[in-house]
């Protein structure tokens, strides 16, 4: 199966800064397209971003002008550069592969998530 793993979690004060990576391994199978979620305690999973191969991307409105997904050829990492960070950002964030047409729609695959924790 996937596996894939997230660095890049921290803490920060609101405004700041912080780049998430996540690298896919074990791959039996194209990938068409690679994402970010993430869960704050007592709330749904949503979706924050999500890439294709070609490179199309899809943002949550929240996030839309603040947070920027890029890959590494191949798709088998992506980033997520969030800047303007807002306490409303705080969950664990989780990376995930999927499909996109249209949205993107997160598949079976999903790391462990790392903390990103944003104080005003």
């Known amino acids: 199966q996937v596996q894939l793993v997230e660095s890049g979690g921290g803490s920060v004060q609101a405004g700041g800064s912080l780049r998430l990576s996540c690298t896919a391994s074990?791959?039996?199978?194209?990938?068409?397209?690679m994402g970010w979620h993430r869960q704050a305690p007592g709330k749904q999973r949503e979706l924050v971003a999500g890439?294709?191969?070609?490179?199309?991307?899809k943002y949550a409105d929240s996030v839309k002008g603040r947070f920027t997904i890029s890959r590494d050829n191949g798709l088998n990492t992506i980033y997520l550069q969030m800047n303007d960070l807002k306490p409303e950002d705080t969950a664990v964030y989780y990376c995930n592969t999927g499909i996109m047409k249209g949205p993107y729609v997160p598949g079976a695959s999903w790391g462990q998530g790392t903390q990103v924790t944003v104080s005003s």
């Open positions: 890439i294709n191969s070609a490179g199309r991307t």
């Open positions: 074990r791959m039996p199978y194209v990938i068409n397209a």
